[in-house]
């Protein structure tokens, strides 16, 4: 039996898609379904649901890579076997969740968590650090500007404690996306680590005519900085592509569409920090997260200046906001003068939005505050 | 027996935060190949740029996404990860698992692949990562047979729904998330599997405004959680609150000393509308002012909670900065019932109106949001057939420039010069 390679349609199935959530439910959660009345985070990284049965609902959140291995699933599968009636869930933020009916069985689980090492940190509930979400970077993707899992681990290295209480003026979301695509969608996060290019890209002319349809080079171009070109190849004139490197912004929309226009350069590639985005309703409705710091080089294995870039923003923050604030409320109310200042950030020309719906960003007001920039 | 030196990776198994390192390590001892995903990472990390190649078209017959291919740019050195194609399987909705489900699934790849994983993607499914193109046909038809379960999306297609855990293990849920993203991904599986579309397009249901799905910024078509009538008031646990029993938003922020709560300065005075007020020990809200925004309700869940009278609001067109900047999904409809009981047909018949005409207008690698912009927002709402409201927009135009309807105008946009020269000499 199965599948049969010299007969290839032959008993197969499509379009079952994915199986009934239902089947997955632990018991207290497919009883107390849409009955739930409140919940409290009673320490770091355990929530208790009530419900209106009189139900309870523990959940112990533990802390994973979002790249792991199916013999850690397996070992996930021997905790929910032994503590949660053999069920368990992640959530949108690459964490696990573990859940039991009762306050007596959280003891015991947690025990059991901790015996493992450091594989199952328990927390990232409340006003604390969250999991990063993240995307491949050089473990799998082809157009990365910078790793992902590599610079995950070493900022959540640095901000572990922040993972584990729940200290800060309000819960900090950081994302990672390893290039413009965002992948991650890291454009409405707390704080957002984005890889960047900074080098045009080459023109390979000869494999441009077998790998591309110059049309579509062209046009992925949102500046028009590519344009049709002819060039020789062994003695003969092809059809090409050249790129205006005055106009190009780097967004690598144009190697998406033809890989005979590679842009990833070791010196070019970097990282730029983003701050001050958010996605809840809360409050202030969602924002961007908005360019501070435009390029820090890639310094594997730990990135220490993005290390210390993420940790400075996130500890200012926490040493001035007022309780609630998001890093973007805060850095509003305070004004993003005072945000550069207080950070100890130099403001460059490239914070200044020039691309589409730029004007959007400009001060079109005589209130500011006088900060060191005004000389 | 580690088969590449490592030195740089493995400056990534210290510290407190798991490592990732060490996992593949710990799947290398059973998959060799896995050794070969270091060593390729390794390079990386060495000359600072990926070694992959780009692209490559591979996939399932009869199926035009959910797999996506991926070539080392140095099988030589590397040839456990010569081939190292992603496959995406379909989560189920709001990734609770059985451990039989998660054991047999990883058992399958196991058979068929690295054994290395992401729990899950950005968009929410399964992530499998690294087989080989020959592993991809008998992988799919063990998942289908044995496991019943299917791919998700990649292309331009539906891509994968995704929803958060709503009415499962949330008081605040507004209306069924798990339901409506388990309906409509299977009512729409010729959608997520072949794609049709101009680009990619994104469901995405949360349960209320606190969003945790993030559908708002990340989905073209955004569900997510509203009520109509009054925010439900506990007043003796406003007073349990007041009297500092209770700790506030939910214990969230019991990690630093804040001061007694303050539900003056916590709570009415973080209100984006004023409408809350205290009459001597009672909480009162102007329900009609309420924007529904959640803070007073996430500060104090056992004494306030979403009305009864509960539906959605469905924003449209969000999308990430490629290429022409960050969009959020905009208000399109204010509230509208989601409910399995109508199997959903009335967000279907939007979702629709939608697809009709984006899939005559937009343009090749155009996201709706992005015809949206395009067309501009007055053109969108008519094409949905509703009337225009306040609610669609944050303000007016601050520009004249109408495109005014010749039907609109007394006598049309015919006239003549002559007639018009006998009155004015020019």
């Not at chain 1, 290295?157 to 991650?184: H, K, W």
């Not at chain 2, 580690?2 to 490592?19: I, R, V």
């Not at chain 2, 993203?181 to 349960?207: N, V, W």
């Not at chain 2, 005409?357 to 057939?385: A, S």
Request: with cysteine; hydrophobic share 35%.
């Amino acid at each position: 039996m199965g599948y049969d390679p010299e007969n290839p349609m032959a008993d197969r199935i499509t379009d079952v898609g994915p199986p009934h959530y239902s089947k997955f439910h632990p018991p207290v959660i497919a009883k107390n379904k849409g009955k739930w009345l409140w919940h409290e985070i009673t320490q770091p990284g355990v929530l208790v649901h009530k419900a209106e049965s009189g139900d309870e609902c523990w959940t112990v959140r533990v802390g994973a890579a979002r790249l792991i291995s199916i013999e850690l699933i397996r070992e996930m599968c021997d905790v929910a076997d032994a503590h949660c009636d053999g069920y368990l869930r992640f959530t949108t933020r690459n964490n696990v969740e573990f859940m039991v009916d009762s306050k007596d069985k959280v003891q015991p689980l947690l025990d059991d968590l901790a015996s493992r090492g450091n594989k199952f940190p328990v927390g990232g509930t409340g006003a604390g650090v969250t999991n990063i979400v993240h995307t491949q970077g050089w473990v799998h993707c082809h157009t990365p500007a910078t790793d992902a899992s590599g610079v995950v681990k070493a900022v959540m290295d640095e901000l572990f404690d922040y993972f584990v209480t729940m200290s800060l003026p309000a819960q900090v979301r950081i994302a990672l996306a390893c290039c413009l695509n965002m992948c991650g969608a890291v454009h409405a996060s707390d704080i957002a680590i984005l890889g960047v290019h900074r080098k045009p890209p080459m023109i390979d002319h000869s494999r441009i005519t077998g790998v591309c349809e110059l049309p579509l080079a062209i046009s992925a171009c949102p500046l028009g900085a590519v344009k049709p070109a002819k060039a020789e190849v062994n003695g003969e004139e092809i059809k090409t592509v050249k790129v205006n490197n005055d106009r190009c912004m780097f967004c690598g929309n144009c190697y998406t569409m033809c890989p005979a226009m590679p842009l990833a350069d070791p010196d070019g590639d970097g990282i730029a920090i983003l701050v001050g985005g958010k996605v809840s309703n809360s409050r202030s409705a969602p924002k961007f997260s908005k360019l501070v710091i435009p390029f820090l080089p890639n310094t594997p294995p730990r990135w220490p200046e993005t290390v210390e870039a993420v940790k400075n923003i996130l500890e200012v923050y926490a040493g001035d906001a007022k309780k609630y604030e998001r890093i973007g409320e805060w850095a509003e109310r305070i004004g993003w003068e005072k945000f550069f200042e207080k950070c100890n950030i130099p403001f460059t020309i490239k914070s200044v939005d020039d691309y589409r719906l730029a004007y959007d960003t400009w001060r079109t007001t005589t209130q500011f505050k006088y900060t060191s920039h005004i000389k | 027996m580690a088969k590449h030196d490592t030195p740089m990776l493995d400056e990534l198994e210290k510290g407190p935060w798991p490592s990732f390192v060490s996992d593949i390590k710990r799947q290398a001892e059973k998959n060799p190949d896995c050794w070969d995903i270091l060593g390729q990472l390794e390079l990386s990390y060495r000359d600072k740029i990926t070694h992959w190649k780009h692209g490559g078209i591979v996939g399932v017959f009869g199926y035009g996404g959910g797999i996506v291919g991926r070539y080392s740019d140095v099988p030589k050195q590397f040839p456990g990860v010569e081939h190292f194609h992603t496959v995406r399987v379909n989560q189920p909705a709001s990734k609770y698992y059985s451990t039989e489900n998660l054991r047999a699934l990883m058992d399958l790849w196991e058979k068929h692949g690295s054994g290395m994983t992401n729990m899950h993607g950005s968009t929410g499914d399964i992530v499998l990562l690294g087989c080989r193109t020959e592993a991809l046909e008998p992988f799919f038809w063990d998942l289908t047979h044995e496991l019943g379960q299917d791919l998700g999306g990649s292309g331009s297609n539906l891509r994968t729904p995704a929803n958060c855990l709503g009415q499962s293990r949330c008081e605040w849920s507004c209306f069924d998330t798990e339901e409506a993203c388990h309906h409509l991904t299977m009512h729409y599986q010729d959608e997520i599997h072949r794609p049709a579309f101009p680009y990619k397009f994104k469901f995405k249901f949360s349960g209320c405004p606190n969003d945790c799905v993030a559908a708002l910024a990340r989905s073209d078509f955004a569900v997510i959680g509203n009520w109509k009538d009054d925010i439900r008031i506990d007043q003796a646990a406003v007073k349990e609150y007041v009297a500092g029993n209770i700790p506030s938003n939910g214990g969230a922020h019991s990690g630093r000393d804040w001061g007694a709560f303050d539900i003056k300065k916590e709570v009415l005075d973080l209100c984006p509308t004023e409408c809350m007020w205290m009459e001597g020990d009672e909480l009162k809200i102007d329900n009609s002012e309420c924007t529904r925004c959640m803070h007073c309700i996430n500060v104090m869940p056992r004494a306030l909670r979403p009305g009864k009278v509960q539906g959605a609001s469905i924003n449209i067109g969000a999308k990430a900065p490629i290429l022409d900047g960050a969009q959020f999904a905009t208000l399109i409809i204010p509230f509208i019932e989601v409910t399995a009981e109508n199997e959903f047909e009335n967000v279907i018949e939007v979702i629709e109106n939608i697809w009709d005409w984006w899939m005559e207008v937009g343009k090749n690698r155009e996201r709706v949001g992005e015809t949206m912009q395009r067309v501009g927002l007055p053109t969108f709402i008519k094409v949905m057939g509703l009337d225009p409201i306040p609610q669609h927009v944050r303000e007016p135009r601050s520009n004249p420039y109408v495109f005014w309807q010749e039907e609109e105008v007394p006598g049309g946009f015919d006239r003549d010069v002559e007639e018009f020269r006998k009155r004015h000499a020019a």
